[in-house]
């Protein structure tokens, strides 16, 4: 499979500040590739290198194994969609998506041409005598990307793209980037700090912390099996418990945590008997009232609140020490008995919680909740 870029061993710092810290990935042509990781992780600084706008302190930059080093951003086979957009307000929509073909100095008979065929290909056929102060949020952006991609870039990349759209627009743009990746075919490179956008839209996402990848993996086995405590609480949610372990066999162990349960589950990390622990469970992964408890880990909790959110529904609970959790509610089980104030037992599989060793972060962040 063809490599459209190929980062290798990348270090990026700023005085003593290291801002991207020996980082290594390539991304195969035609896929869509994200880098998801809270502010000022690197991941914009990372982009800038790809985009030619920084230069690396040290390792290398490729794009189709043609080394970028030392090549201005204008002659790289690059181009960069910013968050705010940077249409020109004074153009047609056809006028800016050729502002790129006319500084090449393309014929007019090929730019009309090719700002058509780009259009067509990203749902605006017919837009290009609109203004831009005509067009709607949505509109606006597929505009900024197809005046990047009637440039024929091999690589395409996104800076935070729909971080100015309001929630609902937002949610429409992700299956519309999604498939717009996949009609024209061009390789995405797209950052954000919104795991939603990144396991929704991506084919492969890499999580960033303090200028490293500590994941990099499918938006399934992310969210599935996360190797890290960072990855485990940045994607998606997890509710936390701080613990020590009793027993340990293998990647099985038992956790005793602080408030007293005893938890079993899964380790991605070798831990020892005695070890402090963080404990990590999905909210889904907890079954009210099941109905087979036999092999679960059992509790009861009280009902605080009832946060309803349509399907993504979940239940605010507390233990008896005060340690809150969230619990999902199924959409194929009716819980309207269920009211605030009312204790329920729940359970949860060994297979679903995930242990690691015991982080300072993690573990005041349980006993924040407790």
Request: proline content about 6%; hydrophobic content about 45%.
């Amino acid at each position: 499979m063809e490599i459209d870029l190929s980062v290798k061993k990348c270090v990026k710092s700023f005085g003593s500040f290291l801002a991207v810290d020996n980082v290594t990935f390539d991304v195969p042509q035609g896929s869509f590739f994200s880098i998801l990781g809270p502010s000022g992780c690197g991941k914009t600084t990372l982009l800038r290198m790809v985009a030619g706008f920084e230069e690396p302190t040290s390792g290398a930059i490729m794009i189709r194994g043609k080394d970028m080093r030392g090549v201005l951003p204008n002659r790289r086979p690059a181009n960069l969609v910013f968050q705010h957009l940077a249409l020109f307000p004074m153009m047609t929509v056809a006028e800016n998506i050729a502002f790129g073909l006319r500084r090449r100095k393309v014929a007019a008979p090929e730019i009309a041409r090719r700002t058509e065929d780009i259009l067509e290909r990203v749902g605006l056929p017919g837009y290009g005598v609109k203004r831009v102060d005509q067009l709607s949020g949505g509109q606006k952006q597929r505009v900024a990307i197809a005046r990047c991609l009637v440039l024929e870039p091999l690589v395409l990349l996104l800076d935070e793209p729909l971080g100015a759209l309001d929630l609902k627009l937002r949610e429409q743009m992700k299956v519309e980037l999604k498939k717009l990746q996949a009609k024209v075919g061009t390789t995405f490179v797209y950052i954000t700090h919104d795991q939603s956008e990144a396991l929704v839209m991506s084919d492969v996402v890499a999580v960033m912390n303090k200028g490293r990848f500590e994941q990099m993996g499918s938006p399934q086995e992310l969210y599935r099996a996360p190797q890290s405590p960072f990855v485990a609480r940045f994607v998606g949610e997890n509710n936390i418990w701080a613990g020590r372990v009793e027993k340990s066999s293998g990647d099985e162990v038992a956790i005793k945590t602080d408030e007293g349960f005893v938890f079993s589950a899964k380790s991605h990390s070798p831990l020892t008997i005695g070890d402090r622990a963080d404990l990590f469970l999905r909210p889904e992964a907890m079954r009210i009232e099941p109905r087979e408890p036999a092999g679960l880990n059992t509790f009861t909790v009280a009902v605080r609140a009832i946060l309803f959110d349509g399907a993504a529904s979940r239940l605010l609970t507390a233990t008896d020490s005060g340690h809150e959790l969230m619990v999902a509610l199924p959409q194929n089980r009716r819980f309207d008995h269920i009211v605030p104030g009312q204790t329920i037992a729940v359970g949860w599989h060994p297979e679903s919680g995930v242990c690691f060793p015991a982080t300072t972060s993690a573990a005041a962040a349980a006993a924040g909740e407790a």
